[in-house]
Each structure stands twice: as C-alpha cells, then as structure tokens.
C-alpha cells in the first residue's frame, strides 16, 4: 500500500507501455459502475468498447486514455485492473479530487461523464431498477387519451 501512496503522490516517471494498453479500462468502468441487485457492472455491458471506439476518433483523447491508464497500472507491482478493490477505490478517490488540469483528474471527469452516457443508454442497465414507465410512447391514460 506504500508503493501505491507514493505512486499517487507522484505522477511524473519514465513508465514502460503496456502490450494492450488500456486492458485496464474494464477494471477502472467497473468501479464507477458495479454491478448490483438491480443492474450489471459496466463491462458486462461491454462498455469499455464503445468508449474505447469513441475516444479512438479523437487523437488528444486517445493520448489522455493512455497516458492515465499507463500511469493506473504503474501505480503499483500490478496493473490496476489486478489491485484489490480497496487499493482501487484508493486510486479513484484520489482521481476524483485532483486537479483537473492534471492528467488524473482530467481523465477521471471525462471518463465518468463517457461512462455514465454510454452505460444509461443501454436498456439493460436500467431494466432491473424499479422505474414507472412514461405513459408518453404509448399515449396518454383514459381520460386524457
């Protein structure tokens, strides 16, 4: 836990590419979106690929995701994705408070808002919660209809 706290400490390094070098983002999606009683986690819903193709159309964020997630897995012996869920926690927590001109914080927002948008859009990760359907698709209940 001391080689994560000085690798959150310190961002800047000479760091060695990873061969699949976002082979973390499954990991990084599915602790801001678990599964739970209600909805599947976000890479059971495969996830990490349309936000992958996404940011593949834009070369500044491919760099981002790259460059945040190289320095994910860097933090520590093992890549993020092999961190115990405390140690990921730890990381994410302290992603979401950085400064978001830096690249931890900057890739935390933009990937929350990715991952929210692309998660919600998909019907199977809002079936299982207990929602009242909008009258509005199938018209408007008597008398109004």
Do not use: K
């Not at 834009?58 to 897995?73: P, Y």
Request: glycine content about 6%; aromatic content about 10%.
């Amino acid at each position: 836990m001391a080689a994560l706290g000085a690798g959150l400490a310190s961002i800047c390094g000479p760091v060695v590419a990873e061969a699949r070098p976002m082979a973390s983002l499954a990991a990084v999606l599915d602790v801001l979106l678990p599964a739970d009683d209600f909805s599947p986690s976000a890479s059971a819903l495969g996830i990490e690929r349309d936000i992958a193709d996404f940011v593949a159309e834009s070369d500044m964020m491919t760099r981002l995701f790259l460059a945040a997630l190289d320095w994910m897995d860097h933090l520590a012996d093992l890549p993020f994705r092999d961190l115990t869920s405390a140690q990921q926690a730890e990381v994410m927590a302290f992603m979401e408070t950085a400064d978001f001109n830096a690249v931890p914080g900057r890739f935390y927002h933009i990937l929350r808002a990715l991952a929210v948008e692309f998660y919600y859009a998909r019907a199977e990760a809002i079936i299982g919660l207990p929602l009242n359907a909008t009258p509005q698709p199938e018209g408007y209940p008597p008398p109004w209809g």
